[in-house]
Nanobody, 123 residues
Framework: QVQLVESGGGLVQAGDSLRLSCAASVRAFSSYGMGWFRQSPGKEREFVAAISYGGGTDDADSVQGRFTIHRDNAKNTVFLLMNNLKPEDTAVYYC????WGYGSTGPQDYRYWGQGTQVTVSS
């Protein structure tokens, strides 16, 4: 069983930065592809960023140049560094994991999910 726990969300102003963390309780964390997704009220869950088990990364056009995903396999943790936050980034952010995941942009490709952390950006 894989458990994922997100942290680091909060209320910030436009232009601020946040770093989200996702701690995974799993053996062989380095074998998992990890993704960040977000969902705001009335909208579908959308892809934000992903990192494959091999370290390759991908991110959504809407966050390119502002968000960075990276992982620390020694700490079983994946991070999402978010800079220059905008009000439209307001959402619940979810961490997801898939064994031998290649960093898919589709939520259907991830088996394990965290409970989410709220990010609110005021203008």
């Amino acid at each position: 069983q894989v458990q994922l726990v997100e942290s680091g969300g909060g209320l910030v102003q436009a232009g601020d930065s946040l770093r989200l963390s996702c701690a995974a309780s799993v053996r062989a964390f380095s074998s998992y592809g990890m993704g960040w997704f977000r969902q705001s009220p009335g909208k579908e869950r959308e892809f934000v960023a992903a990192i494959s088990y091999g370290g390759g990364t991908d991110d959504a056009d809407s966050v390119q140049g502002r968000f960075t995903i990276h992982r620390d396999n020694a700490k079983n943790t994946v991070f999402l560094l978010m800079n220059n936050l905008k009000p439209e980034d307001t959402a619940v952010y979810y961490c997801a994991a898939e064994l031998w995941g290649y960093g898919s942009t589709g939520p259907q490709d991830y088996r394990y999910w965290g409970q989410g952390t709220q990010v609110t950006v005021s203008s």
